[in-house]
């Protein structure tokens, strides 16, 4: 296996609710809705930097996909770290998610590790970080 990932797929309950959530307050790029013309097959994508895509997919069509039983999620299985080139752009970010109805879990402050990061869960209560860490900056 290559060391690397090409998509992040997030299972989602209101596949409408997350299109507006990460495409019209977050400003994520994207055709919207696709795939609509399958049975089970409306998903969207948002084509980010680095080749990486985001996928939004209905969580049951998701778990039936996987051949697997839904099960209830816990927020502390996973995050999703979006790293910023300035100490002020978390702030930016986590204002823009909580004005976009993201619920803040750990409001941006200083870190044990010599950077700035906070935390939100999105409508579907998926975990996002939104860092600064001056040893890690982002090329773009």
């Known amino acids: 296996m290559h060391p690397r990932i090409t998509f992040l797929t997030l299972g989602v309950a209101d596949l409408e609710k997350s ?5 019209d307050s977050l400003g994520l790029p994207t055709k919207g809705i696709v795939g609509t013309e399958y049975e089970g097959g409306a998903v969207v994508f948002f084509h980010l930097r680095g080749g990486l895509i985001l996928a939004l997919y209905p969580k049951k069509e998701l778990a039936k996909d996987a051949n697997i039983v ?11 770290g979006h790293n910023v080139k300035m100490k002020e752009e978390v702030d930016a970010v986590m204002e823009q998610a909580k004005k976009a109805g993201a ?8 870190t044990f590790w010599g950077g700035y990061a906070g935390y939100f869960q999105d409508p579907d209560g998926h975990l996002w970080e939104i860092a600064w860490n001056p040893k890690m900056l982002p090329e773009d």
């Open 19 to 23: 299109l507006a959530f990460y495409r």
């Open 70 to 80: 839904p099960s209830p999620a816990t927020p502390a299985e996973f995050s999703i």
């Open 103 to 110: 619920t803040i879990t750990k409001p941006a402050q200083d």
